[in-house]
């Protein structure tokens, strides 16, 4: 987010299938055990890795494009992305 320092960030790692992978706050405010959570279920649910997406009619794949979602944390809701090995929680 534009004016926010990297002391704002809370980030969290772990592994998964051995290689490390991270969930970062870029918010600074979401609960420390919430963001475990997270990033527990996304290790669980194999969210994390280079993975062929097809476009539905398309005729090509394309690698390592970023997934998307929301989570509700609380009473705020927050835009979800995850690239590779690399996850990130920030405000609408």
Do not use: W
Not at 9 to 18: A, P, Q
Not at 30 to 47: F, M, R, V
Request: proline share 2%; hydrophobic share 35%.
């Amino acid at each position: 987010m534009a004016g926010q320092t990297a002391e704002s960030e809370n980030r969290l790692g772990g592994t998964y299938h051995g290689r490390e992978v991270t969930l970062t706050d870029k918010t600074g405010t979401c609960p420390q055990a919430e963001l475990q959570e997270i990033l527990d279920a996304l290790i669980a649910e194999g969210k994390f890795g280079i993975a062929g997406m097809s476009n539905s009619g398309s005729n090509t794949i394309q690698l390592g494009t970023p997934d998307g979602a929301h989570v509700q944390i609380g009473d705020e809701l927050y835009r979800l992305v995850i690239t590779g090995y690399e996850a990130y929680i920030d405000k609408f």
